[in-house]
């Protein structure tokens, strides 16, 4: 069944059957009315799609589109109370496990087709009103404005398109935290991940499991040679010519992991304006920058249990940049989405808010896939604004049959085919690019 076939069952479970049935168990819906719990989840959800910072008069045209009936804009915000938020946060629960099961065939990359997928992992803040800190603990830093914030852990396979985690939890939930609570990635796969997932025992784990991985190597960490003697990593450096750089190293003072340490020169420039950069953190922490980070400034520095004839060190650099689609991502959520920006003060209107516009994201995303988008091919910018451009009617064919819902979504992709204006900017040196020139000159 294709993407496309399987988006409206998905809709009419999110949107429909799941919301009637928790509306009633959270007390949202306490007697028979016109704006019943699926009617509001509908209204919500296509409403902040298409417009994310729509008014109440706005959501109430939307309404309309669905065939509900609001008589007045206040009804629609007095609804909007703690039981609201618990009954679109269930319905979010349960419409994640639907949309992870959403995906295209692998996209075709030459340079990554000895991996079963490519997963990019990261997460990202959305601050609350302090009132929701018994809801949604704030991070434990004494000095950060917000008590009260939730963060979302996001897993996906770049090739694909299909979420392996989407995953909310309180601020104070660290990343390597969240990230074992993830289902297992796939043997043969590629993970990428920043710094806060950097965790020798987990590296070690996805070693044994068949997964490669490629990381940033973390500040002060422990070379060793496979004797065990301790490589001064800046004296090693220094002797080598090439511009890309491989060494087999064991990391850890007790775990001694083996792995490739890949190191890539930086121009003069770009030395300079890191360690600029550095010293400015540095400065606004108070603190002396640090000599080590300084002296190492000139070179990118990964480490990888991907073995040498497999991939070279100038393509392990590049592979590295597809990690800056989940930035991108992000980005999306919240400028297009507007993920952290209510019309409104009101805590459970916030809180209801988010949660109704990350359904929409899920939905958003499902439709994209499905009309042949493609994440390093295209702008996830682009498309996703074009997608919310048919949010009113994808409500009205939601509203009619799923018959219709189907035909308005083959609509759209065709649509999309014959644009021709969501590749990325073609002036620029793009991830995809540089993926299909690292693979004709490693």
Partial sequence: MSILQQVPEKMQMILQTVPAEVAPQTGCVKRKRKLTGSALAQTLVFGWLEHPEASYQHLTETAATLGIQVSRQVSLAQRLTPETAEMFKRT???????MLEVASPPEALPLLEAFTGV?????????????????????????????????????????????QQFHLTDGMTADSTAAKAAPPLPQGSLRLADLAYFSL?????????????????????????????????????????????RKSIRIGKTKRLPASLIAERLSEAETDKRRRSIRYRAKRKAQTPSKTLLRLAGYNLYITNIEADQLTPKQIGIIVGIRWQIELMFKGFKSISKLQVSRSQKPYRILSEIYAKLIAILIQNA??????????????????????????????????????????????????????TFQRSTGKNTTWRKLQEATENP
């Fill in 201 to 245: 025992d987990e590296l070690e784990k996805l070693t044994q499991n068949g997964i490669y991985w490629i990381s940033r190597l973390k500040a002060n960490s422990y070379l060793s040679d496979d004797t065990g003697e301790p490589l001064d990593l800046q004296n090693m450096l220094r002797g080598e010519e090439n511009t890309h750089i």
């Fill in 367 to 420: 439709v994209m896939l499905g009309t042949g988008y493609r994440h390093i091919q295209h702008s996830f910018i682009k498309t996703a604004t074009y997608i919310a451009g048919y949010a009113r009617l994808i409500a009205l064919s939601f509203h009619h049959a799923k018959t219709a819902l189907l035909e308005t979504l083959k609509d759209i992709k065709r649509a999309f085919e014959n644009g021709g």
């Fill in 119 to 163: 997963y990019v992992q990261d997460s990202t803040w959305i601050s609350l009103p302090d009132e929701l800190h018994e809801t949604w603990k704030g991070p434990p830093k004494k000095n950060h404005p917000h008590k009260a914030a939730l963060k979302l852990h996001l897993c996906f396979d770049v090739l694909t398109g299909g979420f």
């Fill in 92 to 98: 979010l629960e349960a419409a994640i496990p639907q």
